[in-house]
């Protein structure tokens, strides 16, 4: 039998999808998801930036000049560049809390050390406050 279309047609046409409609959230109707509130205690264990920022503090408290140290097309090289009043450098790598550098790291820290560079390696606040201590006064 002829078809009734206009023009020709084979195909199905397929049902478009339903619309989404969203429902206002009305508080005594939905339940409310209550969120765990965040340890503080020493069992969280901080991540890098918040460490990093407590360690560039204490070092402007000492006087050192501190750069955020970066090398584009070169991997593992440390985080931060320390200079104290003196000219001496010193390269930090910082860690979140437990953490360890990774084999490319320890061999960028290894290889500056090679060249009498000071570099090194925290993971703690408290470790890097001593070590920045003894920096400054080199």
Same mark, same amino acid.
């Given at each position: 039998?002829? #078809?009734?279309?206009?023009?020709?047609?084979?195909?199905?046409?397929?049902?478009? $999808?339903?619309? %989404?409609?969203?429902?206002?959230?009305?508080? +005594?109707?939905? $339940?409310? !998801? =209550? %969120?765990? &509130?965040?340890?503080?205690?020493?069992?969280?264990?901080?991540?890098?930036?918040?460490?990093? =920022?407590?360690?560039?503090?204490?070092?402007?408290?000492?006087?050192?000049?501190?750069?955020?140290?970066?090398? &584009?097309?070169?991997?593992?090289? &440390?985080? %931060?560049?320390?200079?104290?009043? %003196?000219?001496?450098?010193?390269?930090? +790598?910082?860690?979140? #809390?437990?953490?360890? &550098?990774?084999?490319?790291? +320890? /061999?960028?820290?290894?290889?500056?050390? !090679? /060249? #009498?560079?000071?570099?090194?390696?925290?993971? #703690?606040?408290?470790?890097?406050?001593?070590?920045?201590?003894?920096?400054? +006064?080199?």
């Amino acid at each position: 039998h002829p #078809s009734t279309h206009p023009w020709p047609c084979t195909a199905k046409i397929p049902n478009p $999808p339903p619309r %989404r409609v969203r429902l206002p959230i009305i508080p +005594e109707i939905l $339940p409310v !998801r =209550k %969120r765990k &509130p965040k340890s503080s205690g020493p069992a969280r264990r901080r991540n890098e930036s918040a460490i990093e =920022k407590e360690i560039v503090l204490h070092a402007r408290k000492l006087g050192l000049l501190c750069y955020k140290f970066s090398s &584009p097309g070169h991997r593992g090289v &440390p985080d %931060r560049l320390f200079f104290n009043k %003196r000219g001496k450098a010193l390269f930090l +790598e910082i860690k979140r #809390s437990g953490a360890k &550098p990774t084999a490319l790291q +320890e /061999y960028e820290l290894r290889a500056l050390g !090679r /060249y #009498s560079v000071l570099a090194g390696w925290v993971s #703690s606040v408290d470790k890097a406050k001593a070590f920045l201590d003894d920096f400054s +006064e080199i």
